[in-house]
């Protein structure tokens, strides 16, 4: 494949833009090369700027559950966009949306909308902390939930891949409210409570993780950790920016049989628009101006253009559950034709996989959290994003993010995304 107009753009990109991206893993930094400048895309397709065509298995990271330029979502937005954009009043799509996402989440009564899951996530913190009166948060190694500064604390994926796991321009004073605890390791936040005992406001999970690769959380894990909260007055917060109407109509609560105190969303709820959002019970939900005292606000927030592309999404999750199934029979698919022609070749690999969130781990040893996650072979993941990019698959170029996959994606295309594997499996030893 020929990349020579996406790396004249990328040139002239970074003379204006630093590093000549907008979000850092884009830039290809983790597998070397220049990244691929889109066109335009379709359904499951991808069409770069040189007229490459690709697979796609990132789906924007995520929100395009149902594949690109899905014609509900853009005819939503066309037909809001020709009323005005954003009006920095109430409208009634906001509603719409809120009254929809509250039926299809467990446990929420009240759902306030932002731009981004950063946003939805720095958000359900300071109103964690509002609620209890208590400072202390923990998170876990590799989890991440956006950029802003509690959170940039072995931040997994972004972070990770470019060696600054704790940011500087993080203060001391933020840092140190951070606590940090291992993923699947029940212990490691028992530890923490004890040692600060009252001091705790929540405990934020990816209750899947997909920012170290997927990594599945052990039922008795993150049952313990819902018991381990109502013991001692903690509040759970479950960041379900990515398994959010991904792995079911009420996400990673109604599959894994565990309620949150706060919910985050971003990703599929704004259909591909900047959306973010956070969720819980009347009685936290109070605590948020102007009903409460949690100041929390935003210019474009509840934008209506995001909301009806939100609602339309939504909608046809909600319509259409069958979804959910046929997408993670579709990963199962990929996942067992990939895993089959990598043990043919004896490639060592781990594949961790739940619902249609799914990763390939070079390494021998299972990858259950942040530490087994960055044992794999980043040499063999090179060859192995660059071969599988050359044969028309975009896979995430960094190997601490999860695929996603998306319903546009027909069997053949999951057939010819193994057949590309085999294509390249001999360079990956
Ligand atoms: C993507 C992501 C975020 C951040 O969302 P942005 O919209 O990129 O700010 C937070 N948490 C999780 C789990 C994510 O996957």
Not at 90 to 98: D, H, K
Not at 177 to 196: G, I, R
Request: negative net charge; hydrophobic residues 40%.
């Amino acid at each position: 494949m020929i990349y020579k107009r996406s790396s004249a753009l990328f040139a002239e990109a970074q003379r204006f833009i630093p590093g000549g991206v907008n979000s850092p893993v884009r830039a290809f930094k983790a597998v070397g090369g220049d990244p691929i400048f889109v066109k335009e895309a379709k359904g499951a397709y991808l069409y770069d700027e040189d007229g490459n065509k690709f697979i796609d298995y990132i789906a924007s990271w995520g929100p395009l559950i149902l594949g690109h330029a899905y014609e509900p979502v853009i005819n939503a937005v066309i037909e809001k966009a020709k009323k005005g954009t954003s009006f920095g009043m109430p409208t009634e799509v906001e509603t719409q949306l809120a009254q929809l996402a509250v039926s299809m989440v467990p446990n929420i009564d009240k759902i306030r909308f932002v731009n981004s899951g950063t946003e939805a996530c720095m958000s359900a913190v300071r109103l964690a902390r509002g609620f209890s009166g208590k400072d202390k948060i923990i998170k876990f190694a590799g989890c991440y939930h956006g950029h802003s500064d509690s959170f940039l604390i072995q931040a997994g994926s972004g972070a990770v891949t470019f060696g600054s796991p704790n940011s500087p321009g993080v203060t001391k004073g933020t840092a140190k409210d951070t606590l940090l605890a291992m993923y699947n390791n029940l212990e490691s936040v028992q530890s923490l409570v004890v040692a600060n005992k009252g001091e705790i406001a929540a405990i934020i999970i990816e209750p899947v993780a997909g920012n170290m690769g997927c990594i599945i959380p052990q039922e008795s894990f993150i049952k313990g950790l819902r018991e381990l909260c109502t013991q001692e007055g903690i509040l759970l917060i479950f960041d379900e920016v990515m398994t959010g109407f991904r792995l079911a109509r009420g996400g990673a609560q109604e599959v894994l049989g565990v309620d949150a105190d706060i919910v985050t969303f971003g990703k599929v709820i704004g259909g591909g628009l900047p959306v973010g959002a956070f969720a819980a019970k009347d009685e936290i939900m109070s605590y948020l101006a102007p009903d409460g005292p949690v100041y929390q606000a935003g210019t474009l927030s509840g934008n209506p253009l995001a909301m009806s592309a939100g609602l339309a999404m939504l909608t046809e999750l909600n319509n259409n559950p069958d979804i959910f199934r046929s997408l993670a029979d579709k990963t199962e698919y990929l996942g067992k034709g990939m895993a089959k022609v990598l043990q043919e070749h004896n490639v060592p690999f781990q594949k961790n996989r739940f619902g249609s969130m799914i990763s390939f781990h070079f390494t021998d040893e299972p990858v259950v959290d942040f530490e087994s996650s960055v044992k794999g072979n980043n040499d063999t993941f090179k060859k192995y994003f660059h071969g599988m990019l050359n044969q028309g698959v975009y896979l995430p170029p960094s190997a601490f993010e999860s695929y996603f996959l998306n319903d546009a994606l027909s069997y053949e295309d999951l057939d010819n995304t193994i057949k590309a594997l085999s294509n390249i499996v001999e360079d990956l030893k």
